[in-house]
């Protein structure tokens, strides 16, 4: 159990670092994201530039042919003079744009040689900077070789309506049939009750027997479902459990939910699904059904059982690293199983026993889609 305990601990030593150094590589990523495309803005500019500036002709020469103008500048003195140095001297070229607007600017050979060279030192910066982007998302995917499987919403319907359909098939089949509630010893009818105070009139009309017994081996399946990796045993979905409490208080929900999905894609990768806790589910589901079905074939039930619960188990893992949530209460964070009102967008009614709205037994429960609100995927079926 140490051993277990420090590996399970290393693991997550490591996954930790390993978060850490790609946030901090992502970050850097988008920092030199973010000055390539402002070297990229800048070069475009320039390039504008260079292109309005490469179109008018130098005016040395015509200076030179037009002796007038040193004959002007003595008589008009400073303000020609300031005009000429206008000429002559450097510019700023963003200044004299943003001064002039669309009046032609004209700039010494010196000038254009300095801008094109600029202009050049700025592609080089660009390549530079482009390589390094592409450097550091090469590390970005480095940092990240855990897969992380990516469901879609059709095909965890799919597998979903699947084992649902598994569920009915052997309620329908086998679990048909009246039973008296005198058969149902004290361990087990806290069982029944949690699902409805009415049972004893589902175990006695047999038009809603198989319903109960369906929302039986849900109710037993469930914390598959509700418990973080609890596919891969007790002692590692309390050890994580303890760690998701911890870090819920000190993260954001997103950061939350990537180390979620992150940790049980290791677990996932590390560990086999506890095949010991399979069995001891489906002992637990023979123990109480059997004693209330008559004609019982016990192999052929606990071999129908087992592959249920093995299929719940496979569904629950893949689950844990996704956003998908299982819920057999009246409304996430809610652990009402029943007399709460009926919700059309969350259940159908699949039988109904008097005019009342009000849900009497959660036969399966409906699948959700976590993300900035809950979407219904398949809904809860009840009894009314």
């Not at 008589?75 to 140095?85: I, S, Y």
Request: include cysteine.
């Amino acid at each position: 159990m140490e051993a277990l305990r420090a590996q399970l601990a290393e693991t997550q030593g490591a996954l930790t670092d390993r978060d850490k150094k790609f946030r901090q590589l992502k970050a850097d990523q988008k920092s030199w994201s973010a000055e390539k495309s402002t070297l990229e803005a800048r070069i475009a500019r320039l390039e504008s530039e260079n292109l309005r500036l490469k179109g008018t002709p130098p005016t040395t020469a015509d200076e030179s042919s037009k002796p007038a103008a040193s004959t002007h500048h003595e008589a008009n003195g400073p303000e020609v003079a300031l005009t000429q140095k206008r000429i002559v001297n450097p510019l700023a070229l963003q200044d004299q744009q943003a001064a002039d607007g669309d009046e032609t600017v004209t700039i010494t050979r010196s000038r254009m040689k300095q801008a094109e060279a600029q202009f050049n030192q700025m592609i080089d910066e660009v390549a530079e900077k482009t390589k390094l982007c592409e450097s550091l998302q090469a590390s970005l995917t480095q940092s990240s070789p855990i897969p992380v499987l990516e469901l879609s919403s059709d095909e965890v319907v799919k597998r979903w309506n699947k084992l649902r359909e598994q569920i009915r098939l052997l309620t329908v089949e086998r679990l048909n049939k009246t039973f008296s509630s005198s058969l149902v010893s004290d361990k087990y009818k806290d069982e029944f009750k949690v699902l409805s105070t009415h049972w004893k009139t589902y175990a006695s009309n047999e038009n809603v027997t198989s319903y109960m017994f369906r929302a039986l081996i849900w109710r037993y399946v469930l914390r598959y479902f509700e418990v973080f990796c609890r596919a891969f045993g007790r002692d590692i979905s309390r050890k994580l459990q303890e760690v998701a409490a911890a870090l819920s208080t000190k993260i954001s929900d997103a950061e939350f939910q990537e180390w979620r999905i992150r940790t049980a894609a290791v677990v996932e990768m590390a560990y086999p699904i506890d095949k010991s806790l399979i069995d001891e589910i489906t002992t637990k589901l023979l123990e109480a059904i059997t004693p209330l079905v008559e004609d019982a074939n016990p192999v052929a039930l606990k071999t129908s059982l087992r592959d249920i619960v093995t299929t719940v188990a496979d569904l629950s893992a893949k689950l844990d690293r996704s956003n998908f949530v299982v819920l057999m209460y009246n409304e996430p964070g809610s652990f009402l199983t029943h007399g709460f009102p009926f919700k059309d967008e969350l259940m159908e009614i699949k039988a109904r026993f008097g005019s009342q709205s009000v849900v009497d037994l959660m036969i399966t429960p409906c699948l959700l889609k976590k993300e900035a609100e809950y979407s219904v995927l398949v809904k809860a079926e009840v009894i009314c």
